[in-house]
């Protein structure tokens, strides 16, 4: 079984920064690539940033330049970090695992992390 335990969300004032964390467990996996979303109630996922496993990284439009996502393989953690932060940025961000495990490429989710830009 896998497990994503995502950490580090809360509430930032405009133009403050925040680092999120996920950390992976478990047994018999391969990480392929890990990532974050962002999901607004009502609203369909959207894809923040990703990094593979040899490092390479892929960020929409809407967040290149403001936000970094990282990776540290030995801990099979990945982090995003946010600058910059705005109102709009406010959202629940879920970690995402795409891994090879038992032959198959499967995707697992973080139960996400709370973003609050507010003043």
């Known amino acids: 079984q896998v497990q994503l335990v ?3 969300g809360g509430l930032v004032q405009p133009g403050g920064s925040l680092r999120i964390s996920c950390a992976a467990s478990g047994s018999g996996f391969s990480i392929n690539r890990m990532g974050w979303y962002r999901q607004y ?3 369909q996922r959207e894809l923040v940033a990703h990094i593979t496993s040899s490092g390479v990284t892929y960020y929409p439009d809407s967040v290149k330049g403001q936000f970094t996502i990282s990776r540290d393989n030995a801990k099979n953690t990945v982090y995003l970090q946010m600058n910059r932060l705005k109102p709009e ?6 970690c995402n695992l795409e891994a090879w495990r038992h032959g198959l490429l499967r995707d697992y989710w973080g139960q996400g992390t709370q973003v609050t830009v507010s003043s």
């Open 41 to 43: 109630p009502g609203k």
């Open 6 to 8: 995502e950490s580090g």
């Open 89 to 94: 940025n406010t959202d629940r961000y879920y």
